[in-house]
């Protein structure tokens, strides 16, 4: 139905409701035509309280269960789903599904499709183990009714595994992924859109679990069949492409996967624009591969265009953001600019300390390496403080046998050998020594850094 039909119908509604009244059955039918057209027009606003309107009144006047009660139920509940309201589309849903199994009974094609709807609620919200029950239940109900291999059996099969990788249940994933597509491609074709979506997924789950091989092979199936079906430049294609050079990544052909990520960011770059999230993922990415090929003025230069980018598209304070502000300011400690790496460390230290706290772990691991680059730049007292807020944090947060706790101790401790106070450096050096042998091993490079600064401050403390 068209938007252009709603000035059509809100004036029915409004005669209706004048000559009938607001509860005749006319004039509900009038609501419920303007209510829908709003909403095959996607215009959820205008729809929604006109829909809620036309429910309390089809309720009062139909009876909660007939049929076209229940169509503006169902209505209601799409429409919350749609706008991610995700509590009010479990509610409204779990109503309409307790209705629909008692008019229409638990087999219907609208109650399961219902009960899907109302996994992806419960999904959406995070209520995993709720959404896998109801996946479980919809699939049960799906293979008695219409039988292991239809689609639309299939398509729950799917959903229900995309839960346990959720869950991180990667082996109960990767095995019903594993039948779906072997399924999938028995009804549906290799070549079909819902194949290679549960291929790609298996590719992906497959790398997560350090079965890159695997991974490779699927991957590059799945890329080449999507690039034929879909097209080059198509969304789905260009994922495909992005994964493909992460397994590169993984199996460590970094020169491979360079080109992959070149490509596949000129593409998005073309198809999406070079500001779009997915296409800044790419770029970050592919800096990434740079960095590990120890091409580091590249890195840079790619980091940097990724950062400026992020903070313009999502905010300075945004994970991604702050993720690729860290990135470069490693390269830039790692080129020895070190005047450039304190101003992204610091900088990162200031978004995360107000996004995840002053206590959260990678917030102490941003202030430990700020504080490692005072050390390098000469700026001892600095260092020592910094060290020390860190230490003090760390051994609240974590305890005092954490390994970051124990690398922070023995940091602060050659800072206080450095500044001529040994006596300070032997007290540090000495506490993480009774721990460091258990926790990292006695000829671990920390445990042995400790033991030789701690013989140095010894040394300088004889000598006094």
């Given at each position: ?12 509604w ?28 996607a ?34 509940a ?21 209705k ?81 597509l ?29 079965d890159?091989?695997e ?17 080059e ?20 052909n ?38 590990q ?32 502000l ?45 504080a ?60 993480c ?15 042995a ?16």
């Amino acid at each position: 139905m068209h938007e252009a039909a709603a000035p059509c119908f809100k004036e029915a509604w409004k005669l209706r409701q004048t000559s009938l009244g607001e509860d005749h059955i006319e004039t509900l039918s009038a609501l419920h035509l303007l209510a829908s057209a709003y909403l095959d027009a996607a215009k959820c606003d205008e729809a929604e309280p006109l829909l809620e309107i036309s429910l309390e009144k089809e309720k009062k006047v139909l009876g909660e269960d007939h049929e076209r009660t229940l169509e503006t139920m169902k209505n209601l509940a799409e429409l919350y789903l749609t706008k991610g309201d995700d509590a009010k589309a479990e509610k409204a849903y779990m109503e309409v599904w307790e209705k629909q199994k008692e008019v229409l009974g638990d087999a219907h094609p609208e109650t399961m499709k219902t009960m899907t709807n109302l996994a992806i609620a419960f999904e959406n919200q995070g209520k995993l183990g709720r959404a896998e029950r109801m996946y479980v239940r919809c699939w049960q109900k799906k293979k008695s009714v219409y039988g292991e291999d239809d689609p639309s059996t299939l398509s729950t099969m799917h959903n229900l595994a995309v839960v346990y990788d959720e869950q991180g249940d990667k082996q109960k994933a990767e095995g019903i992924w594993q039948d779906c597509l072997d399924k999938r491609k028995a009804v549906l074709g290799d070549r079909h859109p819902d194949t290679l979506t549960t291929m790609h997924h298996l590719a992906r789950v497959f790398d997560e679990q350090g079965d890159h091989e695997e991974a490779e092979q699927l991957c590059q199936e799945c890329w080449e069949l999507r690039k034929e079906v879909l097209g080059e430049n198509d969304a789905d294609t260009l994922t495909s492409l992005h994964k493909l050079a992460k397994v590169h990544v993984n199996l460590g052909n970094l020169p491979r996967a360079e080109e992959l990520y070149k490509d596949c960011w000129a593409r998005r770059k073309e198809t999406l624009g070079e500001n779009d999230s997915a296409t800044l993922t790419t770029l970050n990415n592919m800096a990434k591969v740079y960095y590990q090929q120890g091409v580091l003025e590249k890195a840079a230069e790619l980091y940097r265009e990724c950062w400026e980018k992020r903070v313009t598209l999502l905010g300075e304070t945004d994970s991604d953001t702050l993720l690729t502000l860290s990135n470069l300011a490693v390269v830039y400690d790692d080129l020895k600019d070190f005047e450039k790496a304190e101003e992204m460390y610091r900088k990162c230290l200031e978004g995360r300390t107000v996004v995840l706290g002053e206590d959260d772990q990678v917030t102490l691991t941003t202030m430990s390496s700020l504080a490692s680059v005072y050390s390098k730049m000469e700026a001892l007292d600095r260092a020592e403080d910094m060290y020390s807020q860190c230490l003090e944090k760390q051994k609240e947060v974590l305890g005092e046998s954490h390994p970051d706790t124990l690398v922070t101790m023995v940091h602060l401790g050659v800072t206080y050998c450095k500044q001529g106070w040994c006596g300070d450096a032997e007290g540090v050096l000495e506490e993480c020594l009774r721990f460091m042998p258990d926790v990292f091993g006695e000829k671990h490079a920390h445990t042995a850094i400790a033991q030789s600064w701690l013989a140095e401050a010894k040394r300088q403390i004889e000598r006094s």
